[in-house]
């Protein structure tokens, strides 16, 4: 399973605690877009998966903080275009 996570306003949010079903649903289906694009790349090198913060003042202005290897970096941001 990949690291997705997020933080809202330089707060971390946890998706799973959001008490707003409406919320709660956007950030489910951030995590599930981002997994079906990147969910299968791995570090050819170490095998490892990325990490990913997705980031923003609100749900409308997300940004993505990738971390691995930069050949890693660089794929994952190939499939999240």
Known sequence: MIDITFEINGRKVDPRKIGDALERAVYDSVIKQITQKVGNIRDPKTGKRPKIKVK?????????????????????KQKLK
């Open 56 to 76: 923003g003042r609100n749900l409308d202005n997300l940004s993505y903080e990738i971390s691995g290897s930069e050949e890693l970096i660089e794929k994952v």
